[in-house]
């Protein structure tokens, strides 16, 4: 193992003259506490002075606390954790965390964890340690065990002490999904103790202190159902309820994520054994796991989103973004009323402009029903839902934007439309004000042409469902100035969306790189692949959803629209498959209209395959289905990805590789556990892909002619992120 020399000054240990010791985490190196090796060390030493002076008497009770404003302890370093390579080396780290909670546990005096602000992985671990934990009821408390997401599962006793205090049901909700929780609902399912309002939280602490219990309250606040006890308390309801969730897992994750399992057989086997053996599996599965090539990708995955979070080379220089407390909204659509609606929900007040009385009052609908749908969901109070709708307003006039720093234009897809409402918009808003277009697909340089002010213009691109999808697109146009760039990325952050800048270019990045891959399922049926192969396929390699779902998804219409503009703006290699053409000519519009490739309910549910299509597919498809190679249909949809990748990165629509990654992670699901799609380019190396798309030219043609950049790095022996890391 290697020894760090660094120590840290966090935590210290006090004793006040009630006798009431105070360990207290506040590392003046970083903003939020980490609990990284230098800082277990010290915690260590903390507690062996804790547990002297409990001994002797001098102290009644241990609070473990944080001295950062709003936030208790955020977790392990996932830098460390990224590093090891070596499972034994990671069994020991691991042990030596484990014996430091141990220690925590088997103090000689009470220990109370007072929680205000986020709480994740090792904090909540610690937290579970004590013997009680007190939450503030502020919004920032939240309490979650993200080491799923990272490939690993938590391993300083959490996956153990968790499910033994909260109930197996309750605990596997965590463990396994790694979201975040509430401090009410951490108070519902055993969690915390107490929970004390924020203005009061040090004096209740104080207070609580004064007498605390020796052992946690008998069933503490939890409320168990006779369902929940039954599932939860006897070892055939146990059983049940791993081997759902087990199922439950393989379904959604396809078996690609092997944390998830290992949870699940941690608490198969120990759930009710003695603590220790539980603990000793949980270091050495998770061991196996860290050096593991998931884990590996997605902790590169939390780096490129804590990267796109930071600000990327492309938001920094001096330029510091404007902040915008009130937004326009141009046409109250799908779209329009998506935004109006999430811009509320972050405390912006909104107001949409259209050209019809009913489209605003739709708008306004549309954002009251996914209001209410958070309300159900307990996302949101009913109050802060009115409170919400109260700052969404509407209406046909242009007066209503006099206030906005921003105003995002969401109208028809037609340049002559955009152009003439972003040139009267341009006349009736502040001349600081700043403009950007929610286009899919038109160029952003075009519509600039119109204004007298192009500086201060840009595309923001939202995905479909806008509450949903996290990516953003934002268009950086030849004219469009530093400060836009900047205002317009931390507004898309203050949306809780991930924004990646692109160039302006046909599709942008994601469609541009969809495209292809939706293309190419059309010639796969025109080689005779079902549309249930084909789908299959692309999620067995992991995208949620295969393309022809995606384009039934998306619109038939609205598809064929967008290939035909990547067509023109990329040239023949995009030429849509005969299949998609002779498709796009029918009455099939996807699952909005009931019917493409699958059948759909009246509420738009998937039902079945829709065994009639192939004979609106045209001539190009054979009457009869034969079986390609699984392998085969996957190389041609990953290759035809790649390459378009390469050839956006060479003309400079990004600049990284990482770009490319997280933007195809966020707007269309590519497999995290990849780590992104030049990511696992680069497990093949760029040779590798090379090989592979010359044998597809030859088989193919043309439309699989290798990019030059693939040429390129094949050539001089480097992976895309050696050459486009930074
Ligand atoms: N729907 C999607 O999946 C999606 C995804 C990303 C981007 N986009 C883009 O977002 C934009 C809007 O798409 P949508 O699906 O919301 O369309 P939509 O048809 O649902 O809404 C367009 C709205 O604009 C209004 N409008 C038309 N002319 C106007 C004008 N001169 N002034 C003000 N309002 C006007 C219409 O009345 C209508 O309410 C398009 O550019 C589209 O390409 C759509």
Same mark, same amino acid.
């Given at each position: 193992?290697?020894?760090?020399?660094?120590?840290?000054?966090?935590?210290?240990?006090?004793?006040?003259?009630?006798?009431?010791?105070?360990?207290?985490?506040?590392?003046?190196?970083?903003?939020?506490?980490?609990?990284?090796?230098?800082?277990?060390? #010290?915690?260590?030493?903390?507690?062996?002075?804790?547990?002297?002076?409990?001994?002797?008497?001098?102290?009644?009770?241990?609070?473990?606390?944080?001295?950062?404003?709003?936030?208790?302890?955020?977790?392990?370093?996932?830098?460390?954790?990224?590093?090891?390579?070596?499972?034994?080396?990671?069994?020991?780290?691991?042990?030596?965390?484990?014996?430091?909670?141990?220690?925590?546990?088997?103090?000689?005096?009470?220990?109370?964890?007072?929680?205000?602000?986020?709480?994740?992985?090792?904090?909540?671990?610690?937290?579970?340690?004590?013997?009680?934990?007190?939450?503030?009821?502020?919004?920032?408390?939240?309490? $979650?065990?993200?080491?799923?997401?990272?490939?690993?599962?938590?391993?300083?006793?959490?996956?153990?002490?968790?499910?033994?205090?909260?109930?197996?049901?309750?605990?596997?909700?965590?463990?396994?999904?790694?979201?975040?929780?509430?401090?009410?609902?951490?108070?519902?399912?055993?969690?915390?103790?107490?929970?004390?309002?924020?203005?009061?939280?040090?004096?209740?602490?104080?207070?609580?202190?004064?007498?605390?219990?020796?052992?946690?309250?008998? $069933?503490?606040?939890?409320?168990?159902?006779?369902?929940?006890?039954?599932?939860?308390?006897?070892?055939?309801?146990?059983?049940?309820?791993?081997?759902?969730?087990?199922?439950?897992?393989?379904?959604?994750?396809?078996?690609?994520?092997?944390?998830?399992?290992?949870?699940?057989?941690?608490?198969?086997?120990?759930?009710?054994?003695?603590?220790?053996?539980?603990?000793?599996?949980?270091?050495?599965?998770?061991?196996?796991?860290?050096?593991?090539?998931?884990?590996?990708?997605?902790?590169?995955?939390?780096?490129?989103?804590?990267?796109?979070?930071?600000?990327?080379?492309?938001?920094?220089?001096?330029?510091?973004?404007?902040?915008?407390?009130?937004?326009?909204?141009?046409?109250?659509?799908?779209?329009?009323?998506?935004?109006?609606?999430?811009?509320?929900?972050?405390?912006?007040?909104?107001?949409?402009?259209?050209?019809?009385?009913?489209?605003?009052?739709?708008?306004?609908?549309?954002?009251?029903?996914?209001?209410?749908?958070?309300?159900?969901?307990?996302?949101?109070?009913?109050?802060?839902?009115?409170?919400?709708?109260?700052?969404?307003?509407?209406?046909?006039?242009?007066?209503?934007?006099?206030?906005?720093?921003?105003?995002?234009?969401?109208?028809?897809? #037609?340049?002559?439309?955009?152009?003439?409402?972003? #040139?009267?918009?341009?006349?009736?808003?502040?001349?600081?004000?700043?403009?950007?277009?929610?286009?899919?697909?038109?160029?952003?340089?075009?519509?600039?042409?119109?204004?007298?002010?192009?500086?201060?213009?840009?595309?923001?691109?939202?995905?479909?469902?806008?509450?949903?999808?996290?990516?953003?697109?934002?268009?950086?146009?030849?004219?469009?100035?530093?400060?836009?760039?900047?205002?317009?990325?931390?507004?898309?952050?203050?949306?809780?969306?991930?924004?990646?800048?692109?160039?302006?270019?046909?599709?942008?990045?994601?469609?541009?790189?969809?495209?292809?891959?939706?293309?190419?399922?059309? =010639?796969?049926?025109?080689?005779?692949?079902?549309?249930?192969?084909?789908?299959?396929?692309?999620?067995?390699?992991?995208?949620?959803?295969?393309?022809? #779902?995606?384009?039934?998804?998306?619109?038939?219409?609205?598809?064929?629209?967008?290939?035909?503009?990547?067509?023109?703006?990329?040239?023949?290699?995009?030429?849509?498959?005969?299949?998609?053409?002779?498709?796009?000519?029918?009455?099939?519009?996807?699952?909005?209209?009931?019917?493409?490739?699958?059948?759909?309910?009246?509420?738009?549910?998937?039902?079945?395959?829709?065994?009639?299509?192939?004979?609106?597919?045209?001539?190009?498809?054979?009457?009869?289905?034969?079986?390609?190679?699984?392998?085969?249909?996957?190389?041609?949809?990953?290759?035809?990805?790649?390459?378009?990748?390469?050839?956006?990165?060479?003309?400079?629509?990004?600049?990284?590789?990482?770009?490319?990654?997280?933007?195809?992670?966020?707007?269309?699901?590519?497999?995290?556990?990849?780590?992104?799609?030049?990511?696992?380019?680069?497990?093949?190396?760029?040779?590798?892909?090379?090989?592979?798309?010359?044998?597809?030219?030859?088989?193919?043609?043309?439309? =699989?002619?290798?990019?030059?950049?693939?040429?390129?790095?094949?050539?001089?022996?480097?992976? =895309?992120?050696?050459? =486009?890391?930074?």
């Amino acid at each position: 193992m290697s020894i760090a020399t660094k120590t840290s000054v966090s935590p210290t240990f006090e004793i006040d003259s009630d006798d009431i010791g105070w360990i207290t985490f506040d590392d003046p190196e970083r903003s939020l506490n980490v609990l990284a090796e230098p800082v277990m060390r #010290r915690f260590a030493e903390m507690l062996d002075d804790a547990r002297a002076a409990g001994r002797e008497g001098q102290v009644k009770v241990v609070v473990i606390r944080s001295g950062k404003p709003g936030s208790f302890i955020v977790g392990a370093d996932v830098d460390e954790i990224a590093a090891i390579e070596d499972p034994s080396e990671a069994e020991q780290k691991i042990q030596l965390g484990q014996a430091i909670l141990n220690d925590v546990e088997t103090l000689p005096v009470p220990t109370v964890a007072a929680i205000h602000g986020t709480c994740l992985g090792g904090g909540v671990e610690v937290a579970l340690a004590c013997t009680h934990r007190l939450l503030s009821d502020a919004k920032k408390t939240k309490i $979650g065990l993200p080491e799923v997401t990272l490939g690993i599962l938590p391993t300083w006793g959490g996956t153990t002490r968790l499910p033994r205090l909260v109930g197996l049901q309750a605990a596997l909700d965590l463990l396994l999904t790694g979201k975040q929780i509430d401090a009410r609902k951490a108070r519902r399912i055993g969690f915390a103790a107490e929970v004390y309002p924020e203005h009061i939280f040090q004096e209740m602490v104080g207070d609580f202190v004064q007498n605390a219990p020796e052992r946690p309250r008998a $069933g503490s606040q939890r409320k168990v159902n006779l369902v929940a006890r039954l599932l939860d308390g006897t070892a055939l309801g146990r059983k049940l309820v791993l081997r759902t969730a087990r199922k439950r897992v393989l379904s959604s994750t396809g078996g690609h994520y092997p944390a998830p399992l290992r949870i699940l057989d941690i608490l198969d086997k120990h759930q009710t054994g003695p603590l220790e053996q539980s603990l000793t599996a949980e270091a050495s599965l998770a061991a196996e796991l860290v050096v593991s090539a998931v884990s590996k990708n997605l902790v590169h995955v939390f780096h490129m989103r804590e990267a796109a979070r930071r600000g990327t080379s492309a938001t920094s220089g001096d330029s510091a973004p404007r902040t915008v407390t009130n937004l326009g909204v141009l046409g109250a659509g799908i779209m329009g009323g998506g935004i109006a609606q999430l811009a509320a929900y972050n405390d912006v007040r909104v107001y949409m402009k259209d050209i019809r009385h009913d489209a605003v009052t739709g708008g306004l609908q549309h954002a009251r029903q996914l209001f209410d749908k958070a309300v159900k969901r307990r996302k949101l109070s009913t109050r802060g839902a009115r409170q919400c709708m109260e700052i969404v307003t509407g209406g046909l006039e242009y007066h209503g934007l006099s206030a906005a720093e921003l105003v995002v234009e969401a109208v028809v897809e #037609r340049m002559d439309v955009k152009r003439a409402v972003l #040139r009267e918009t341009e006349q009736n808003v502040d001349a600081a004000c700043l403009l950007a277009t929610n286009t899919s697909s038109l160029s952003v340089d075009e519509m600039a042409d119109a204004l007298k002010r192009p500086e201060r213009f840009c595309g923001m691109h939202f995905f479909n469902p806008v509450h949903r999808m996290p990516l953003v697109e934002v268009i950086r146009g030849s004219a469009t100035d530093a400060v836009s760039i900047a205002t317009v990325y931390a507004f898309a952050l203050k949306l809780g969306k991930i924004p990646v800048v692109v160039g302006d270019g046909p599709g942008f990045l994601v469609n541009r790189i969809l495209g292809p891959y939706l293309n190419e399922a059309g =010639f796969l049926l025109g080689d005779g692949a079902s549309v249930g192969q084909i789908d299959a396929q692309a999620k067995q390699f992991g995208m949620p959803m295969g393309p022809l #779902r995606l384009i039934d998804e998306v619109g038939i219409d609205v598809s064929a629209h967008a290939g035909a503009a990547l067509r023109e703006g990329l040239g023949d290699r995009l030429t849509p498959s005969p299949a998609l053409v002779a498709l796009g000519e029918t009455e099939r519009l996807g699952r909005k209209g009931g019917r493409g490739f699958y059948l759909y309910d009246q509420k738009g549910r998937e039902r079945e395959i829709d065994e009639s299509v192939y004979a609106d597919l045209g001539a190009s498809v054979p009457k009869e289905r034969h079986k390609l190679r699984d392998r085969d249909i996957r190389t041609r949809l990953v290759v035809q990805m790649i390459n378009e990748a390469a050839r956006a990165l060479d003309q400079g629509i990004v600049r990284t590789a990482a770009e490319v990654d997280l933007a195809m992670i966020m707007g269309t699901g590519f497999p995290p556990f990849r780590g992104g799609l030049l990511r696992f380019a680069d497990s093949l190396h760029p040779k590798g892909v090379l090989d592979r798309t010359r044998e597809l030219e030859t088989k193919h043609g043309a439309r =699989f002619e290798p990019a030059d950049l693939l040429v390129e790095l094949a050539t001089s022996d480097r992976t =895309f992120y050696e050459a =486009f890391g930074t």
